[in-house]
């Protein structure tokens, strides 16, 4: 028998070995259970149903999502000119921004550590019942300070979002977590998109109807969460949390994120990279919060319709509604194409580059052409620089600071969203168009030199510590 010969029996003894012990192991399929002999005889089929379609314990969860979105879309092109209507100034609906921002900064962690220890569905529904009345009273209020009141009850309850993806995660296994909170980013991408169009449409027949109807999402939040919605069990946890899953939010001694620990935070600004591009994700945020907070105000002041009046909540809707759905078309795929060709960094770069570009616009638009350019600008920056800027962070720290890095991006974006309004309402208060329009594109302009110091190999690996 020659050699080869010789090692092609060998060849097949092994591979028939292999198979027979392959198929002593147990098959398991996609709930854990073990499949039976159809399923032994096609491992291709046993392999493909590892990743099954997405948990319908999941659909309550995601049409809570959307339904609080959709509310809180809603009252965003209206708040302004509500305001306005019971005498508020520029200054005092910056400040009424503001106000709101910082009692959920203060609220969040809490409502965070009360629900992992009386449960995710009670402090929902808390929260929930916060944003309700909280949108009651903004609708029946007469005056300024129950605007002011209303704010800060559905601020000081505004925990939906963060308990909402604190139940995904004690539902959702690891590997499937990026999916699962993919369709969160669609449930803002879709309320984005209807809700600023809807409230425009709406406030045309009374200022006051689209508070009511946020209200009225408000109750079927509740009532979704009330009888669709289950607590998560404890073996739903258990293998959820398994020792392969990533660790929640912990600072460096333990402790669970929280606002008041901003001395755990320090040890991560001071590494050059990453404290880099945490200065980067708050030039970002500080420079759309003051976009986003005076738009609104700006528009008011400088643009007319057709009949010649000033602007009001439907113009603003629906410029809102457009950027949202150019936001949709750009995130449904081209960026990540964008991403996975040129790379992370350079599209941040070229991100910060059209903010500035976009923002700046504004000072010179007087006609809605010149808007909708800036607008469309601003939607591409937006679309192109928070998805790859996250990816770059998460990128420079280990596993198991992910957490409470991503934790300290969400209270980055709460401080800004405190300095934004009140920066937007003192600069247009005093009449100063084209100040807030360069202060907007400041931030942008700022960051495009600090972007050139982050290292190229910034995209590749975990800096040391």
């Known amino acids: 028998m020659s050699s080869s010969t010789s090692g092609g029996l060998m060849d097949a003894r092994k591979l028939r070995s292999a198979i027979e012990a392959a198929r002593a192991l147990p098959r398991r399929g996609p709930q854990g259970h073990v499949a039976g002999r159809p399923c032994a005889r096609l491992p291709i089929r046993c392999i493909r149903s590892a990743s099954p379609p997405m948990s319908s314990a999941l659909i309550p969860i995601f049409l809570v999502i959307l339904v609080d979105v959709l509310g809180l879309t809603l009252i965003l092109p209206l708040l302004p000119f509500y305001a306005e209507h019971f005498g508020a100034s520029p200054m005092m609906v910056g400040l009424l921004g503001a106000t709101f921002a910082a009692c959920q900064l203060i609220s969040g962690p809490v409502l965070g550590q009360l629900s992992d220890r009386y449960g995710r569905r009670p402090l929902l529904l808390v929260s929930q019942v916060g944003t309700f009345f909280g949108f009651l009273m903004l609708a029946r209020a007469e005056v ?13 309850t505004a925990g939906n979002l963060t308990i909402a993806q604190a139940y995904i995660t004690d539902v959702t296994p690891p590997a499937h977590r990026a999916r699962a909170f993919a369709v969160i980013g669609i449930s803002f991408g879709v309320g984005f998109l209807l809700g600023p169009a809807v409230s425009g449409w709406l406030a045309q027949h009374d200022p006051r109807w689209p508070v009511y109807a946020a209200a009225g999402l408000s109750a079927t939040s509740i009532a979704a969460t009330a009888f669709l919605l289950r607590e998560p069990t404890a073996a739903q946890k258990d293998a959820a949390h398994a020792p392969s899953a990533e660790p929640g939010p912990a600072l460096p001694a333990g402790r669970r994120l929280n606002v008041f620990s901003w001395a755990g935070y320090t040890s991560y600004f001071r590494r050059r990279t990453l404290g880099t591009l945490l200065g980067l994700f708050f030039c970002f945020a500080f420079s759309f919060s003051l976009f986003s907070s005076g738009f609104a105000l700006f528009s008011e002041r400088r643009l007319l319709t057709a009949a010649g009046t000033p602007w009001g909540v439907r113009e603003v809707g629906y410029v809102f509604a457009y950027s949202g759905l150019l936001g949709i078309f750009l995130q449904g795929g081209l960026v ?130």
């Open 144 to 156: 300024l300070w129950v605007v002011f009141l209303s704010r800060v009850i559905d601020g000081a």
């Open 336 to 465: 990540g194409r964008l991403v996975r060709r040129f790379g992370e960094r350079p599209m941040v770069g070229v991100g910060f580059l059209c903010a500035a570009v976009a923002y700046a616009l504004l000072g010179v638009t007087y006609a809605l052409p010149i808007l909708l350019v800036s607008a469309s600008i601003s939607a591409v920056s937006q679309s192109i620089l928070r998805a790859p800027l996250t990816a770059m962070i998460t990128q420079q720290c280990q596993r198991d600071e992910q957490g409470v890095v991503l934790g300290l991006t969400q209270s980055i974006t709460s401080v800004a969203q405190i300095m934004g309004p009140l920066l937007s309402g003192a600069l247009i208060g005093r009449g100063w168009l084209h100040g807030w329009s360069i202060a907007a594109a400041l931030p942008a302009l700022v960051a495009l030199p600090l972007w050139a110091t982050v290292p190229r190999s910034a995209s590749g690996g975990v800096e040391a510590r």
